[in-house]
């Protein structure tokens, strides 16, 4: 693995052996995510064949430190994203975008004609589709913390008990110890944008597109993916032993596997065969 600065950005590249798609994979974590968490997915990419980049948004570490990151908006993610694409001259890459990602990757891919694929994975919604959640978690005591740290523009991290109960309520005690230091704090703008809508308009995206819903998930509920695979006009994968990481529960690779033959299937490429330096 390789790591790019750019600017206050950080960057992994994962190459592989040989370069089999013409195409390279960007892919874009979660809100309070880093590229860590997608580790499974990138040396599973890329040893099929596929460059694989993966952004750590603004002050998400190795990124550096923002002392604005309560304030910070998709926008900003977006304008994040944008840079990295540029800078590396990967306008032509496959977003994969899980959770907050997911929506930001829609964003991107309306303003960049040459992306090549979209593929959302328990996506946030833009406007348009309906916001859910599951109604039997401990949200009122989650919403006053959020309050409070919005008061005093500050970001949040989840408790451990609270992502015991949303996105690592898939994952067995054992692994959560681990997986749990992986997220950082986030911006608490972000929800806000959600839960009020960021437009995004689909007839702006001219690629092939993924939907990925899982039905075991608490933040990301099955039926709002469907929704948003309708909303995009997308193809659609539903998983009923996934929660909100797939890409870190059991058997994670059936959804890597599903995602790589439905980018083979589905984006033209070039026949591409060359052996990568170190």
């Known amino acids: 693995m390789l790591r790019i600065k750019i600017d206050n950005l950080a960057v992994d590249k994962h190459r592989p052996k ?11 974590h979660g809100a309070g995510g880093t590229s860590e968490y997608l580790k499974n ?32 908006t998709i926008q900003d993610y977006a304008e994040d994203v944008e840079r990295v694409m540029r800078d590396l001259a990967i306008e032509h890459c ?37 916001l859910q959640l599951k109604n039997n978690l401990p949200y009122a005591g989650a919403i006053l913390k959020s309050m409070w740290g919005l008061m005093n523009l500050r970001p949040v991290k989840a408790s451990y008990f609270l992502a015991g109960k949303t996105f690592l309520n898939n994952i067995d005690e054992a692994e959560r110890e681990k997986i749990f230091p992986m997220f950082v ?70 959804s890597a596997q599903d995602i790589a033959n439905w980018l083979v ?8 065969k060359r052996k990568d330096g170190p």
């Open 94 to 130: 496959a977003l994969i975008g899980h959770s907050m990602g997911g929506l930001i990757a829609q964003k991107i891919a309306t303003q960049f004609q040459s992306v090549q694929a979209l593929v959302t994975i328990a996506s946030a919604p833009p406007f348009g589709v309906v």
């Open 185 to 254: 704090a986030e911006s608490l703008l972000i929800g806000f944008q959600i839960a009020h809508g960021v437009f995004v308009d689909p007839a702006e995206i001219k690629c092939p597109k993924l939907v990925i819903g899982c039905q075991l998930d608490a933040m990301a509920p099955e039926s709002m993916e469907r929704k948003l695979a309708e909303f995009l006009q997308a193809d659609y994968i539903s998983y009923e032993q996934f929660a909100h990481l797939p890409m870190l529960e059991t058997n994670w690779e059936q």
């Open 265 to 272: 299937k589905n984006v033209a490429d070039q026949a591409l």
């Open 18 to 28: 040989i370069t089999k798609y013409s195409y390279p994979l960007l892919f874009i």
């Open 41 to 72: 997915y990138l040396l599973f990419f890329a040893r099929a064949g596929w460059q694989c980049y993966a952004i750590n948004l603004r002050g998400h570490h190795p990124s550096d430190r923002e002392s604005n990151l309560a304030q910070t």
